[in-house]
């Protein structure tokens, strides 16, 4: 999910904000995410709580700084 994140901004109200298509790769399948799309934690996407991924990443990144 590391270099998922870059093509995420997160807005001023917390959302999610893909700035730049990506495709996912995931045991279920491939799922392509269009420029546009928003997330929030703990809303499905294609089976997939893509908002709640972002937080994570988010979080584990600035562990690492």
Request: a neutral charge; proline letters at 5%.
């Amino acid at each position: 999910m590391q270099d998922v994140i870059k093509h995420f901004v997160r807005s001023p109200a917390g959302e999610w904000v893909c700035v730049s298509p990506v495709e996912l790769q995931t045991p279920s399948g491939r799922v392509q995410v269009a420029s546009g799309t928003r997330f929030t934690r703990d809303t499905l996407f294609m089976g997939l709580e893509i908002g709640r991924m972002l937080d994570e990443q988010e979080e584990k990144d600035r562990a690492k700084r």
